[in-house]
C-alpha cells in the first residue's frame, strides 16, 4: 500500500512539472506567447469579420509589402494563408487569429495572374458574408480569394448552394457561371480600359509585331502572335501580368495586323456608342486580320445575352460602328 502511495505521489508531481513546463514556456522568462500559434493567438476573434480582417491584410504587409503580389488567399475563423510571388521565388504566407505570421519559401515562381496585397478590401468579407447567409441561412464556412480572376468564392458550411463567388469589394455575390451583377468592365484595372490595353501592347511588342488574333476581357487577354515563323500564344491577367507561353507551329501563310496599328483607345470609342451604353456593358472584344463586314481588320465587341444588337464592329481605331443587319 505504501508503495502504491508513493507511486501516485510521483506521478501527480511528474504532472506538475510538465504543467509548470508548459505555463513557464509560454508566459515564463522566455515568454513564447507572441509567437506564431502561441498563447490567445489561436483563440483571439473570427478573421471573417472586417474587423479582425485587417489583422489578414496588416500580416501581408509585413511579409510582402504593400505591393506584394498575391496569387491566391484562403480565409477560416482562426487561421489565413496566402502563396505570394517574391521576384523569382513563391512563398507561402501563414497567419493566425491574432495577426501574427510566419513565411516560409515553396519554390521557383511560376506565370500566375496575382493580386496586390494594397488592393485588399476588408469590408469586401462583411459584404460576402452577410449576403451568402441571406441567400442561404447558412453560415461561411471559409472564404478564398484568387489573384488571376480577382474574386472570391465563398464555402458555405451546409445547404445549398454550397459555395457563391463575389467580385473582389465583396460586392455581386451570384452562383458561378450566372451573370455578374456588376460587371467589371468599366472598373479602373479592366483591360478593356486604354492605359491597362496599353500595358498589354506593350508586353505583346517585346515577342513579335504582327498579331495574328487578340481576345480581350476585363480580367484578361489572349494574343497569338507571328515570331521567326511560328505562332507564339500569350495570355494576360491585370497589370498585363503574363500567365502562360506558348509556341506552335503556323500551317501556311496567315493574315497579320501590324502591331503599331492597334489603338488602345478603341474599345473605350466603341463603348460611347448608345447601342453599347458603356464599358460596364461590354463582354469581351475580338479583334482580327479579316472583319465581319470587309476584307480588313476589325474590333467585334460583344454584348450582354439579349442585347440587340447582340455585338458591334468597328474599325481598328474603334470608329465607323456598325452591327448584323444595320442598313
Same mark, same amino acid.
Given at each position: 500500500?505504501?508503495a502504491?502511495?508513493v507511486f501516485?505521489a510521483?506521478?501527480a508531481?511528474l504532472?506538475?512539472? !510538465? @504543467?509548470g513546463? $508548459?505555463? &513557464?514556456?509560454e508566459l515564463?522568462p522566455?515568454?513564447?506567447s507572441? *509567437?506564431?500559434g502561441?498563447?490567445?493567438a ?6 471573417m469579420?472586417?474587423e479582425?480582417?485587417?489583422r489578414?491584410?496588416?500580416?501581408l504587409e509585413?511579409?510582402?509589402?504593400s505591393?506584394g503580389?498575391?496569387?491566391s ?6 487561421e /489565413? ?8 521565388r &513563391?512563398?507561402?504566407?501563414e497567419?493566425d ?8 519559401d515553396i519554390g521557383?515562381?511560376t506565370? #500566375? ?8 478590401d476588408?469590408r469586401?468579407?462583411d459584404?460576402i458574408?452577410?449576403?451568402? &447567409?441571406k441567400e442561404t441561412g ?6 478564398a480569394? !484568387? ?6 468564392? @465563398?464555402n ?9 463567388? /463575389? ?5 455581386g455575390?451570384?452562383?458561378? +457561371?450566372?451573370e455578374?451583377?456588376e460587371?467589371?468592365g @468599366?472598373?479602373s484595372?479592366s ?5 491597362n490595353? *496599353?500595358?498589354?501592347?506593350d508586353?505583346v511588342?517585346?515577342? +513579335? ?8 476581357w476585363?480580367e484578361r487577354?489572349?494574343?497569338?502572335v =507571328?515570331k ?6 500569350l495570355?494576360?491577367g $491585370?497589370?498585363?501580368?503574363l500567365?502562360s507561353r ?8 496567315s493574315d497579320?495586323?501590324p502591331?503599331k496599328?492597334?489603338d488602345?483607345k478603341?474599345l =473605350?470609342? &466603341?463603348?460611347?456608342?448608345? $447601342? ?7 463582354? $469581351? @472584344?475580338?479583334?482580327r ?6 476584307? #480588313?481588320p476589325q474590333?467585334?465587341? !460583344? ?6 444588337p447582340?455585338y ?5 481605331k474603334?470608329?465607323g ?7
Amino acid at each position: 500500500m505504501r508503495a502504491l502511495t508513493v507511486f501516485f505521489a510521483l506521478l501527480a508531481t511528474l504532472a506538475g512539472a !510538465y @504543467a509548470g513546463f $508548459y505555463v &513557464m514556456r509560454e508566459l515564463g522568462p522566455d515568454d513564447l506567447s507572441g *509567437q506564431f500559434g502561441r498563447g490567445d493567438a489561436v483563440v483571439e476573434g473570427n478573421l471573417m469579420q472586417s474587423e479582425n480582417f485587417v489583422r489578414v491584410v496588416e500580416a501581408l504587409e509585413r511579409e510582402l509589402g504593400s505591393d506584394g503580389r498575391l496569387q491566391s488567399l484562403n480565409l477560416e475563423l482562426l487561421e /489565413a494563408d496566402a502563396t505570394a510571388t517574391v521576384g523569382d521565388r &513563391m512563398v507561402r504566407v501563414e497567419i493566425d487569429a491574432g495577426g501574427r505570421s510566419q513565411q516560409r519559401d515553396i519554390g521557383d515562381a511560376t506565370p #500566375a495572374g496575382t493580386l496586390p496585397v494594397s488592393k485588399l478590401d476588408p469590408r469586401a468579407v462583411d459584404r460576402i458574408t452577410k449576403a451568402a &447567409m441571406k441567400e442561404t441561412g447558412s453560415p461561411v464556412e471559409s472564404l478564398a480569394l !484568387y489573384g488571376g480572376n480577382r474574386q472570391w468564392t @465563398a464555402n458555405m458550411l451546409r445547404g445549398e448552394p454550397d459555395s457563391f463567388i /463575389a467580385n473582389l469589394n465583396g460586392k455581386g455575390l451570384r452562383l458561378s +457561371g450566372e451573370e455578374n451583377p456588376e460587371p467589371a468592365g @468599366a472598373e479602373s484595372d479592366s483591360l478593356f480600359r486604354a492605359k491597362n490595353l *496599353q500595358l498589354v501592347l506593350d508586353a505583346v511588342a517585346k515577342e +513579335g509585331t504582327r498579331v495574328l488574333d487578340l481576345t480581350v476581357w476585363p480580367e484578361r487577354a489572349s494574343v497569338k502572335v =507571328e515570331k521567326d515563323g511560328r505562332a507564339v500564344s500569350l495570355n494576360f491577367g $491585370y497589370d498585363a501580368e503574363l500567365t502562360s507561353r506558348d509556341v506552335s507551329s503556323l500551317s501556311g501563310p496567315s493574315d497579320t495586323i501590324p502591331l503599331k496599328r492597334i489603338d488602345a483607345k478603341a474599345l =473605350e470609342r &466603341m463603348a460611347k456608342s448608345k $447601342y453599347v451604353k458603356g464599358l460596364k456593358s461590354a463582354k $469581351y @472584344a475580338i479583334l482580327r486580320p479579316q472583319g465581319v463586314f470587309e476584307d #480588313a481588320p476589325q474590333w467585334l465587341l !460583344y454584348l450582354p445575352e439579349g442585347s440587340d444588337p447582340p455585338y458591334v464592329t468597328a474599325n481598328l481605331k474603334g470608329r465607323g460602328l456598325s452591327w448584323p443587319g444595320r442598313g
